[in-house]
C-alpha cells in the first residue's frame, strides 16, 4: 500500500480517538458539576419545596392584590424591572371605569411605589 495512504489512515483514527476521549471527559466533567450544583444550591437555600417562588418573587401576589385594590379591573401586562438591585413589577391596569392605569410595586414589601 502507499504510504501517504497510511499515514492519512493512521491521523484519521488518531484524531477520532482523542475526540472520543476528550467527548466522554466532557460528558463525565458535565454530569459531575450537575449533581454538585444540585445538591450545594439545595444545601445553600434550605428550601424543601422546589415549586417555592426565589425570595425575589414571593411579593408578587400582594403586589397584585394591593393594585387591583386601588384600581379594580383587569390585568392586562404584568412585567419585572430590576434597578439599582431592586426589583419591582409594573402592572399595566384596563379599570373597570375605562381607564388604563400603570402601577408600580416593590417586590421586597408588597407595596406600590407609584401609580400613573
Not at 10 to 16: A, D, E, K, R, V
Not at 24 to 39: P, Q, R, Y
Not at 85 to 102: A, K, P, S, T, Y
Request: hydrophobic share 40%; aromatic share 6%.
Amino acid at each position: 500500500m502507499n504510504n501517504k495512504f497510511i499515514k492519512k489512515v493512521l491521523i484519521l483514527m488518531l484524531s477520532l480517538m482523542i475526540q472520543a476521549a476528550f467527548s466522554n471527559l466532557a460528558h463525565s466533567a458535565d454530569a459531575l458539576s450537575g449533581v454538585k450544583s444540585a445538591t450545594a444550591d439545595s444545601a445553600d437555600t434550605n428550601i424543601n419545596d422546589r415549586y417555592a417562588l426565589p425570595p425575589s418573587k414571593v411579593n408578587i401576589e400582594p403586589c397584585k392584590r394591593e393594585t387591583l385594590r386601588l384600581h379594580p379591573g383587569l390585568i392586562e401586562k404584568q412585567r419585572m424591572q430590576h434597578r439599582h438591585g431592586d426589583f419591582m413589577v409594573r402592572f399595566q391596569i384596563q379599570g373597570h371605569d375605562g381607564l388604563e392605569w400603570f402601577m408600580l410595586c416593590d417586590l421586597a414589601t408588597g407595596k406600590v411605589i407609584e401609580s400613573f
